[in-house]
C-alpha cells in the first residue's frame, strides 16, 4: 500500500498527533486490509522532519 499523503494541520503539528496516527496505521491496515503485505510512506526529500518522524517510526 502507497500512501502518498501523511498530514497534519499546521496548527497542530508539534502536538504528537502524528506520532500516534503512525503508532495505530499498521494496525489498522492490518485490520481492515488484510492482504495488504507492506505500507510505503512517500515523502518529499526536503521535508527532513516528516522523514525523521517516518524512520522514528518504523516507516
Same mark, same amino acid.
Given at each position: 500500500? *502507497?500512501?502518498?499523503?501523511? =498530514?497534519? =494541520?499546521?496548527?497542530?503539528?508539534?502536538?504528537?498527533?502524528?506520532?500516534?496516527? *503512525?503508532?495505530?496505521?499498521?494496525?489498522? $491496515?492490518?485490520?481492515?486490509?488484510?492482504?495488504? /503485505? /507492506?505500507? $510505503?510512506?512517500?515523502?518529499?526529500?526536503?521535508?527532513?522532519?516528516?522523514?525523521?518522524?517516518?524512520?522514528? =517510526?518504523?516507516?
Amino acid at each position: 500500500m *502507497l500512501l502518498r499523503a501523511f =498530514s497534519i =494541520s499546521h496548527a497542530d503539528q508539534g502536538k504528537g498527533y502524528a506520532d500516534q496516527g *503512525l503508532l495505530w496505521l499498521t494496525e489498522f $491496515v492490518k485490520e481492515h486490509f488484510p492482504h495488504i /503485505e /507492506e505500507i $510505503v510512506l512517500a515523502v518529499n526529500a526536503r521535508n527532513i522532519r516528516a522523514k525523521h518522524l517516518y524512520l522514528k =517510526s518504523g516507516f
